[in-house]
């Protein structure tokens, strides 16, 4: 391709050259379907002297990612081992509420549902 600038660009240039009307864009919309969003997982590598420590410095790692970036899956975090990735284990609860919304407290958690956020929903008469 000779001219590698953005389209804006080709186009601005195209329509200066020709004096074509500005309001119509030479370069339309692409032909093909836009491909749907596909689900990414990041592994994150640390050392703790035993796994309960591991779960809770992993907790905390995921909320604060999930704090400086809204768009991480704060629901979808897991803990494993660093050679198992089989024995993966989900970090928060999820269990989906009444009006569709999901636990975001850990998992295997005391007491009753609430969805995240400060003043989250509570649901469920408590946990086993």
Do not use: K
Not at 27 to 36: A, C, D, E, N, S
């Amino acid at each position: 391709m000779q001219d590698n600038r953005s389209p804006h660009w080709r186009q601005r240039r195209a329509l200066g050259a020709t004096g074509a009307d500005r309001a119509r864009p030479l370069i339309g919309p692409p032909g093909r379907p836009l491909r749907p969003r596909r689900f990414f997982t990041v592994h994150l590598g640390f050392t703790a002297p035993g796994a309960a420590d591991a779960r809770e410095q992993a907790v905390a790692y995921a909320e604060a990612l999930s704090l400086l970036r809204p768009e991480v899956a704060l629901g979808a975090a897991a803990l494993s081992p660093a050679d198992a990735w089989h024995r993966a284990e989900r970090l928060f609860c999820g269990a989906v509420g009444p009006d569709g919304e999901r636990c975001g407290d850990v998992a295997e958690h005391p007491g009753f549902h609430h969805a995240p956020g400060p003043g989250g929903l509570g649901w469920g008469d408590g946990d086993a």
